[in-house]
């Protein structure tokens, strides 16, 4: 039998066998978990009481000035016993070191020509980027660089604008906290880890005692750009009430699902803005109807009698997400803190590998979708790196008592790298499986057609249609929020028409990093900005 043969009579029709079946399971997923988080939505959640559990709001910062007043206000403005929470926000002397050496460049900015948004990235915060660029560019050659200058440094360090907040805050609402994180290198688990290792002096004004309540904190982790439903901190209560009491054991990762639905900034006009538009869609689709769906499977195989090999066999790797991941206090210590270089995935992988109880709280959280092609592409190499490497956190965890046997955990791993293989070459071996389906004979045709129909198409377009209603169900804890993504009617039928080609969009980051390992060139990752 030739090579032409066995791709053919073989692989095609396995290709497409698995792209229909995946299509179809996709539809199911992001519709039963869309379904669930609506119904949760309708009913509120039992309110906490004096013997809640103890939870830690963490919101580390980096050059988010602009948004800080906003997310605290937000934060602090959440329904929850003010004697058994605190929200901490963490900012960090990397942010100032890099502003001592960012004024050395503003000559260098101001020499071109005319300023650019992505030249000022980095220097200014992001919502502040197109205005300065603009405003500097409208004045006279002579005046550019004393007027960089002035509005450098009139801009207030995110530093300074946590602090002015946290000495002036209301005596109603949750008590904000800052801390402030000395330069010691690394990414946003530097930040939280800071905060950790600080918890006696944070609690200790609540009467918290770490002997007798350690085992009652949770350490909520968040972006700072979300804005989370006003019942968040109830949801995570009454979620770990449940499972303690179904289980005997509090959960040691309750997820909270992301939602890419807050329109602060319009996606770009033309085929850029179309393929980011798509990608928003793609985070949509992933959020409800790959990392809820995994984590509600392995709730219900924690929570339900099921054999131990059956639970091996069917338990997935978990994807943490750092926006609405709550960790059990001593899970955290357990674990020696959370990994760089990305603290939700590595502690998603890590507490998988040592079969943790993992539950999904009831209510959702908002925070924006990629507007940059940069950014994006940022984010996917970095995912990429993190999760392609599940063998490193299995050795991280192997001195400590895990729920998996050796085979669970070599199951888990495996499909790990099965999902970065499929991540990497699915999309490519899938389009020449489509385009061959035509010389197996008419069958394939159809279920090559069916199957890009459901996993793309289709899909998007009830994405569509249920962006809207997930929007609608987080309830702000203040004022109004930013209107979820709404595409015109144009725009609609172009997400749809370029659907399938969307998942070689995601291919840039992960590609361009193996390209430049390859060729010895270093890989550095910054603040992954939205």
């Known amino acids: 039998m030739t090579m032409a043969e066995l791709w053919l009579h073989y692989v095609v029709p396995v290709l497409l066998a698995l792209l229909l079946a995946r299509g179809l399971w996709a539809l199911v997923a992001v519709e039963l978990c869309a379904r669930w988080l ?71 900015l101001v020499a071109t020509s005319r300023l650019t948004e992505a030249q000022l990235r980095g220097t200014f915060p992001r919502a502040r980027c197109g205005d300065v660029a603009d405003e500097v560019n409208a004045a006279p050659k002579e005046k550019r660089l004393p007027l960089l200058t002035e509005l450098y440094d009139a801009e207030p360090t995110t530093r300074e604008t946590v602090a002015a907040l946290a000495e002036d805050q209301p005596a109603v609402g949750l008590r904000l906290v800052h801390l402030h994180q000395p330069d010691t290198g690394g990414r946003k688990a530097g930040q939280l880890n800071h905060a950790v290792d600080r918890l006696d002096e944070i609690l200790s004004a609540l009467g918290w005692h770490c002997e007798n309540d350690a085992d009652n904190t949770f350490v909520c982790v968040y972006d700072a750009d979300a804005i989370p439903d006003v019942r968040t901190l109830s949801s995570f209560a009454e979620t770990a009430t449940r499972h303690r009491a179904l289980t005997g054991r ?78 059990h206090l001593p899970t955290v210590r357990t674990l020696g803190g959370f990994p760089e270089p990305m603290e939700d995935l590595g502690t998603g992988h ?29 984010l996917h190499a970095l995912a990429f790196l993190t999760s392609a490497r599940p063998d490193l956190h299995a050795k991280a965890v192997a001195h400590l008592p895990s729920d998996h046997s050796r085979l669970g955990k070599a199951l888990l791993v495996l499909r790990e790298w099965a999902d970065e293989i499929a991540w990497i070459a699915g999309a490519p071996l899938i389009t020449a499986a489509v385009v061959s389906a035509c010389w197996p004979g008419p069958l394939w045709s159809a279920l090559a057609l069916a199957g890009v129909l459901l996993h793309g198409p289709v899909l998007t377009a009830r994405l569509i249609k249920l962006a809207p209603a997930l929007h609608a169900a987080v309830v702000p804890p203040t004022g109004r929020i930013a209107a979820a993504p709404c595409p015109t009617h144009g725009r609609r039928a172009g997400l749809v028409a370029i659907s399938p080609v969307q998942p070689f969009i995601r291919l840039a980051g992960p590609w361009a990093m193996i390209f430049r390992r390859i060729t010895g060139h270093a890989t550095n990752f910054g603040k992954t900005e939205r």
Do not use: H, K
Request: charged share 25%; hydrophobic share 40%; net charge positive.
């Open 350 to 378: 890590r507490l998988s590998l040592l079969g943790a109880d993992i539950a999904s709280a009831t209510v959702a959280v908002l925070d924006e979708p990629y507007t940059e092609p940069r950014g994006l592409t940022n």
């Open 38 to 108: 609506l119904d949760n939505a309708r009913r509120a959640p039992v309110s906490a009481d004096e013997d809640g559990p103890w939870l830690v709001v963490l919101l580390p910062m980096l050059r988010e000035q602009a948004l800080a007043p906003e997310t605290v206000a937000a934060f602090t403005a959440l329904e929850y016993p003010r004697e058994r929470a605190v929200v901490v926000a963490i900012t960090t002397e990397r942010e100032e070191n890099a502003r001592r050496r960012d004024r050395d460049r503003l000559p260098e």
């Open 250 to 327: 509090p959960p040691s990762l309750i997820q909270q699902q992301r939602l890419p639905l807050l329109g602060r900034r319009p996606f770009p006009p033309g085929a850029t803005g179309l393929f980011l538009a798509g990608e928003w869609l793609y985070q949509l689709r992933r959020s409800v109807g790959i990392e809820l769906a995994r984590v509600r499977l392995t709730q219900w195989l924690t929570t339900t009698r099921v054999p131990r090999a059956i639970r091996a066999l069917l338990r997935p790797m978990i994807y943490g997400v750092g926006c609405g991941m709550t960790v």
